[in-house]
C-alpha cells in the first residue's frame, strides 16, 4: 500500500500469467539487475495493458520494443503501443520509491509516460498516475497526475480532431511576404532545407515554374518529407504534386508507410504504399482555387494528416 | 445503506449514461474499482489475482444492465462473482493436481511447469544478448560504424550499442566522457540505433511483425 500518498491510485492485480511471461523475458538476461529491469517493465506494461483492456481501449503488445527481446537486452523501455493513438510508456517504480526512473531513450515518441507501482510481494499493482511528456531521468511522483487525466488525455489524442491550420497553397503561388512568414510557422520550408542534397534523388524532378515547399513529419521514431508542389494552370486550376522522401540518409522510405489524399469530406481519391524499394512516392491531383483536401500519411500506428486549400 | 454506497451507485449511474470506451463512463468505472477494490474478498492463493481481474472485466462489462443495485451493494455483486471464479480455479488445480505428471503445485496451488526455463521456446542455446553483441561488433554491413553523432566521429552507433547494452553505460557517464549532452546521444539513438536494432531482431525472428 502507498501510505496514503497517492490519493488517486487506482489498485490492480498482477495474473500469474503476466507474472510467468515477465520472468521469461527475465531469465533471458545475464546479470540481476538488467534482469530485475526486465521484469519490472514486463509487468508495468502487462498491468497497464489489463487496464487499457477494462476501459476499452485497444492495444498492440507485439508492435511495442518492450515485447521485442533484442530491445529488451538494449534499451530500458516500458512501452505499449495503442493504435490510433501511439507509444505510452508504462514506467515500474518499487514499493516506497519517490521518483520514477524515465530513461532517456523514451524521452521522445511517447504520447505519456504512466507510473505503476509494482509490489512482488503481494502481487498487486498500482497506477499512481501519469505526465505527458518527459525531459528528464528522473519525475518525482509528486508531478503525476491522475488515471482520469490519462482516460481524457488518450481519448483527445484518438479522437478530437486537432484544429489544424489549413495551408493555403494558392498564396504559395501569389508569394506575398506575409504569407511567406505565414508558411514558415506552419513549418513549410524550401525543399532543400528538409532534405540534403543526396536526399534529393534523380526521381526528384520537379517542374519548372511551381512553387514548392517540403516539410518533415514525425511518425513515431521514423520521419519522411513531405513535398508539396504546385502549378497554377489554366481556368484557376492548379496542377498539384506530393512526394514523400525518405530522410536521416535513410535510403529508401520505410516499408508500410501509407500516403493518401482525402476529400474535404474525408474520402479517399487516391493513395499509394512503400514497400521499402521506393525511395520516394508521388501522388497527383488537380483542383480549382477554393477547393479542400488533405494528405494522411501513415506508418504503422502513426498518423499524420495536413490539410490544404488551394 | 452507507454513505460510500450512496456514492457507488450514484457512479454506476453516471457511469451508465455514456457509451462504453467514452471518457465519462472509463472515468466514473474507474472511481468504483479505485474504491471498490478495498472492499472486496481476499484470499492468499497463487490464482487469487487471476480470478480478481476475471471480476473486474466482468465489472466492466456488465455493470451496465447486468447489475440491479436494488438486490445490493457493488461490493456484494462483485463478490459474489470472485468467488464463484476463485472456486472455478481451485477445481481447476485439484483436476490438473490429478491428471499432470509434468506440473506440480507449490503449497498455494501455483502450477508450476517444470519443463519452463530451461530453455526458451525457440530452443536458442544463445542468449539475445550475446546475439546483439557478436552482430553490432562484427558490423556485417559496415553502417554501425560510419554512423555517427555529428561533429563526433568517434560516437558511432557501434559505441553506443555496446555501451548501452544491458543498460551497462549510463547516459550521464556516455554524456561526460564524450562531452555530449544526453537528449543529443538519446535522440541519436532513437534515430538511429533502435530502428536498426528493431531490424535486426526481425531478421533473427524474434518479432512477428
Known amino acids: 500500500m502507498t501510505h496514503g500518498t497517492y490519493e488517486f491510485a487506482l489498485t490492480l492485480p ?263 524499394n521506393e525511395d520516394f512516392l508521388e501522388l497527383q491531383i488537380d483542383g480549382a482555387s477554393g477547393e479542400r483536401f488533405s494528405v494522411q500519411i501513415r506508418l504503422n500506428s502513426f498518423q499524420d494528416t495536413q490539410a490544404f486549400v488551394i | 445503506m452507507s454513505d460510500l454506497d450512496i456514492q457507488l451507485r450514484e457512479w454506476v449511474a453516471e457511469a451508465c449514461r455514456y457509451p462504453p470506451g467514452s471518457p465519462a463512463r472509463q472515468r466514473y468505472l474507474t472511481k468504483v474499482i479505485r474504491v471498490v477494490s478495498n472492499k472486496l474478498w481476499r484470499e492468499s492463493v497463487a490464482y487469487y489475482q487471476d480470478a480478481l481481474q476475471q471480476t473486474w472485466v466482468y465489472f466492466c462489462k456488465n455493470i451496465c444492465g447486468g447489475y440491479d443495485p436494488d438486490l445490493g451493494s457493488v461490493a456484494t455483486w462483485l463478490n459474489a462473482y470472485l468467488k464463484r471464479r476463485l472456486q472455478d480455479f481451485y477445481i481447476d488445480t485439484q483436476k490438473r493436481r490429478n491428471n499432470e505428471i509434468s506440473s506440480w503445485q507449490d503449497k498455494d496451488g501455483e502450477v508450476v511447469d517444470i519443463t519452463e526455463g530451461l530453455a526458451d521456446e525457440r530452443g536458442d542455446v544463445e542468449p539475445v544478448w550475446e546475439k546483439v553483441k557478436a552482430w553490432a561488433e562484427a558490423d556485417p554491413d559496415g553502417e554501425l560504424q560510419r554512423l555517427h553523432i555529428e561533429g563526433h566521429p568517434e560516437v558511432t552507433c557501434q559505441v553506443l550499442i555496446l555501451r548501452r547494452l544491458l543498460s551497462e553505460t549510463s547516459w550521464k557517464a556516455l554524456s561526460e566522457e564524450y562531452g555530449v549532452a544526453i537528449p543529443t546521444l538519446s535522440s541519436f539513438y532513437r534515430r538511429q540505433c533502435m530502428p536498426r536494432l528493431r531490424k535486426f531482431g526481425e531478421s533473427e525472428g524474434y518479432v512477428t511483425s
Open chain 1, 14 to 276: 498482477i495474473t500469474q500469467g503476466a507474472r510467468r511471461t515477465a520472468q521469461a523475458f527475465a531469465n533471458q538476461q545475464p546479470t540481476p539487475a538488467k534482469a530485475e529491469q526486465v521484469r519490472l517493465n514486463t509487468l508495468a506494461v502487462l498491468v497497464t495493458q489489463d487496464y487499457m483492456q477494462l476501459m476499452d481501449i485497444p492495444t498492440n503488445l507485439p508492435g511495442s520494443d518492450s515485447w521485442n527481446p533484442v530491445m529488451q537486452t538494449c534499451t530500458d523501455v516500458a512501452d505499449l503501443e495503442l493504435p490510433g493513438v501511439g507509444r505510452l510508456e508504462c514506467r515500474p517504480v518499487k514499493p516506497n520509491e519517490e521518483r520514477c526512473q524515465v530513461p532517456a531513450e523514451t524521452w521522445e515518441d511517447r504520447v505519456g509516460y504512466v507510473v505503476v507501482q509494482v509490489d512482488e510481494v503481494s502481487q498487486e499493482a498500482q497506477i499512481l498516475g501519469f505526465v505527458p511528456t518527459a525531459q528528464d531521468e528522473e519525475l518525482p511522483l509528486s508531478d503525476l497526475r491522475s488515471p482520469e487525466e490519462l482516460l481524457d488525455h488518450l481519448y483527445e489524442l484518438r479522437y478530437s480532431p486537432v484544429e489544424r491550420a489549413l495551408t493555403n497553397l494558392s498564396s504559395w503561388l501569389q508569394n506575398t511576404l506575409r504569407d511567406g512568414q505565414q508558411a514558415i510557422a506552419e513549418g513549410w520550408q524550401a525543399v532543400e532545407q528538409v532534405l540534403t542534397s543526396s536526399e534529393l534523388s534523380t526521381a526528384y524532378a520537379f517542374r519548372r515554374n511551381s512553387i514548392r515547399q517540403a516539410k518533415r513529419i514525425v511518425l513515431g521514431d521514423q520521419a519522411v518529407a513531405l513535398v508539396v508542389d504546385v502549378q497554377a494552370g489554366t481556368n484557376s486550376q492548379s496542377e498539384i504534386r506530393l512526394q514523400l522522401h525518405p530522410v536521416d540518409d535513410q535510403p529508401n522510405l520505410p516499408p508500410g508507410l501509407q500516403m493518401a489524399i482525402l476529400t474535404d469530406s474525408g474520402e479517399v481519391v487516391i493513395d499509394a504504399e512503400a514497400t521499402g
